[in-house]
C-alpha cells in the first residue's frame, strides 16, 4: 500500500497573479517534508510530477513557469510511509476533474477501497490518496458540496489527512483532520492578494506571505474567485497534533498551533537537563540537524560547553539529507555516513550526545561508533522524544514494530530507563535518559491531551483504531 505523509501547498492568488513561482519556492521550503518526489497541479491540466529533489529540477523551472501559468494551484512533496518511490506514487494525482495532494495516512484503506470498488489494487499499487480521492468524487458527484462531501468521507476513513484539492473550475481546498494530527497553516502575500495553505508557516515565509492561523482540525477551507470561506466539515476533541513534529519532522522556524518549533526545540532541552542533569559531561554535542536546539537549551540550562561535535557532509550526494525520512535501509545508512566528527571536540571528553530521536537505532549506533574512533572516553545519549515502541497510523514512517529497537528491546510495561539502558546496550551508549510524555508535552507548551503520543504508549483512542500489527514487508511489500 502507498500511504502519505508529505507536505503540502494550495495557491490561490485573487489579482489574477500566476502563482507557479510561489508554488515552487513554497515547495522548496518545505523539502524537509518529503524527498523523493514533488509535483504540481493547476486547473485542466494533468498533473507536473517529477521524482528527487526539486532543485535538481531546476532547469525545468522557467519552461513550467510558463506551461502550467495559473491563479490557482496546488503542490506536493512526497515522503512514503508505505510503498516503493516510483514517478506514479508522485502527487498531486488527478482523479476525474479533482487533483489532490495529501498529508497523512488514510489506516482504512482497504476496507475504503473495496467502496470504490478497489479489487484490483496490490499491496504494492494501492494508493490510500487514490482510494479517498476517488471515494471523495463520488461523494461529490452525489452531493455537489465539498463540505459535506468531506463530511460523509470523514466518516468513512480512519487516519490523519491534510488535503488540499484543486477543481478545473480553478477552486482550491484545503482540509485537515478533525484531530489535527498533522499541521496546516493558512497565509496571505499581500502585494499579489494570493491566499495559501500549507504544511508549515515556513512555506508561507518563503515566498514573503503572512501567517494568518492554523487551518483548525476538522475546517475546510476554500479559496476562489469569490474570495476565501471556511466551514467546519467535523469536530472532534480531544485534539492530537503530532508531537514528533516538535522534535523532529517541522522546520524550526515554523509555527504550529501558536508555538515556534525552535523555541519548543530548545525548551525541550531546558526541560530535559532538569531532569536529566548530567552534570560530570565534559562538553554537549548535538546530532545534526533537528536536534541542535534542544541541545542549546540542555547545555545553557547546565553551564555546559555547547559545541557541534558532529557535522553533515554537505557536499556527499546524501549528507545533507533527512535519515529517518529516507525509504530504503542502504540509504540511511548512507547518510549517516556523512556526518562528521570533529575530534578536537570529543577527544578524550565525556561527550552528551542530544537527539530527537531513536527509531530503528541504526543512526544513533553509527555516531556512537564514530564518536568512539576519534576518541570520546564516554558517551550519554539525551534524546528528546520518548522510546518509540508503536508503529503510526498518523503518517510517520515507522510502520512495523519489528524495526523499532525501543520495542525490540522493551515491552509495554518496562520503564523509560530500563528500556534506555538495554538500547543503549543494543547501539554501544554509555548511557540513555529518554525524555518522558509530560515532561515533553510542558516543554513544548501544549496539554498533554492535546498531543498524539501514540508510537510511545500505544494508545490508538485517537485514531479510533485497535491495529493488528504488520511486518514491512506485509506493508510495503520490500
Ligand atoms: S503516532 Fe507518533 S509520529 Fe504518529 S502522529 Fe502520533 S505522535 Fe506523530
Known sequence: MVHENCGVVGIFSLDGHNVIPFVIDSLRALQHRGQEAWGIAVPGKSPFRRLGLISSAAAEFPTVVKKYKSHAAIGHVRY???????????QPLKVKDLCVAHNGTIANVEELSGMVGGCTFTPQTMSDTLVAAQRLVMHLADKEDM?????????EMVGSFCF?????????YAARDPRGFRPLVLGHHRETNTYMVASESCALAAVGAQLVRDVEPGELVK?????ISSQQFANEKPHAHCAFEYTYFAHPSSIMEGINIYAARKRIGQFLARKFPITNADVV????????PAALGYAQELGLPFEEGLLKD?????GSMRSFIEPYQSDRVEINKGIIPIQEVVEGKHVIVVDDSIVRGTSSAEIIKTLRMVGASRVSLVVTYPPIRYPCYAGIDFPSQEELVAYQHGVTEDSNATIGARVSQVIGADHIAYNDTSNLAK????????LC?????????????RPVFKSRIQMKGE
Open 453 to 465: 503520543f501514540t508510537c510511545s504508549t500505544g494508545n490508538y483512542a485517537p485514531l479510533g483504531i
Open 80 to 90: 512514503s510511509t508505505l510503498g516503493k518511490s516510483t514517478l506514479e506514487n508522485a
Open 164 to 172: 488540499t484539492f484543486l477543481t478545473d473550475g480553478g477552486s482550491v
Open 314 to 318: 554537505r557536499y556527499s550526494r546524501k
Open 285 to 292: 554535542v548535538p546530532v545534526p540537524d533537528s536536534a541542535r
Open 147 to 155: 463540505a459535506e462531501a468531506m463530511h460523509i468521507l470523514k466518516g
Open 223 to 227: 479559496m476562489s474567485k469569490g474570495g
Open 443 to 450: 516543554a513544548i507548551g501544549m496539554p498533554e491531551e492535546e
